[in-house]
C-alpha cells in the first residue's frame, strides 16, 4: 500500500469517530435543550419524566408537576434557535388513562401496578403492540404513542412476570375526551 493510501485511510477513521461522537454529543444536548424548554414553563415541583427523539427534528416529553399530582405530555419541535413546544397538555394523575391526540402524534399513558413486567396494546385492528414502561414521577408507567396508528378502542393490557394479566383497559373511542383541559 502506498503511504498516500494510508493517510487517506487515517484521516478518514478520524473523520468518522469524531463524527459519531459529535452526533452523541448534540443527542444529549438536545435532551438538554427540551428539559430546559420545560423548564421555562416554570411549573411548581416540575420534573421532566421522559423525553423521545421520535424524529431527529421532533420529541415527546412526558413531566410531572404540583408535587407529582399532574402529568403532562409535550410534543417539541427543533428549529435553529433550539426546541420550541408545538403542543402540550397536562391531566391530574387519577388513575386513569391519559389518551391524547397533539398536533403530529397521539399519546396514551397511564400508571400501572409495581408487579407489572410488560403492556400490550390490542389495536382496533387485531394488531399486538409493545408498550414501553417508564418511571414517570413517582410511578410506574406505560408510554406508547403513534403517528400513523388508530388508537381509539384499543386494548390495553398488562401483565407480571408470570404472564399473568394484571389489567385490562379500554381506550376511548376518542382522543382527549374527559379532559378537564384542552390540548394546546
Known amino acids: 500500500m502506498s503511504r498516500q493510501f494510508k493517510i487517506t485511510v487515517i ?8 463524527g459519531l461522537s459529535m452526533f452523541a454529543l448534540f443527542r444529549s444536548d438536545d ?17 421532566v419524566s421522559t423525553v423521545e427523539l421520535v424524529e ?14 399532574q402529568v403532562g405530555v409535550v410534543e417539541l419541535s427543533k428549529t435553529i434557535f433550539g426546541w420550541e413546544t408545538v403542543s402540550m397538555t397536562s391531566e391530574e394523575i387519577g388513575g386513569n388513562l ?10 396514551m399513558h397511564n400508571s400501572i401496578e409495581e408487579d407489572v413486567t410488560s403492556v400490550d396494546v390490542t389495536l382496533n385492528t387485531g394488531e399486538k403492540r409493545e408498550a414501553e414502561i417508564r418511571e414517570i414521577g413517582n410511578t410506574k ?10 388508537l381509539s378502542n384499543a386494548i ?8 399473568e394479566v ?3 383497559i ?10 378537564d383541559r384542552t390540548v394546546e
Open 11 to 18: 484521516i478518514a477513521g478520524i473523520v468518522i469517530i469524531s
Open 31 to 47: 435532551i438538554e435543550q427540551i428539559e430546559e424548554e420545560i423548564n421555562k414553563l416554570e411549573l411548581i415541583f416540575g420534573d
Open 156 to 163: 390495553v393490557t398488562t401483565y407480571d412476570e408470570d404472564g
Open 141 to 150: 408507567s406505560f408510554l406508547y404513542y403513534s403517528d400513523t396508528e388508530d
Open 98 to 107: 391519559q389518551f391524547v391526540e397533539l398536533s403530529r402524534y397521539t399519546v
Open 166 to 168: 394484571v389489567e385490562v
Open 170 to 179: 379500554e381506550v376511548p373511542d376518542q382522543p382527549n375526551e374527559g379532559l
Open 56 to 69: 431527529d427534528d421532533f420529541a415527546l416529553a412526558i413531566y410531572t408537576w404540583g408535587s407529582a399530582w
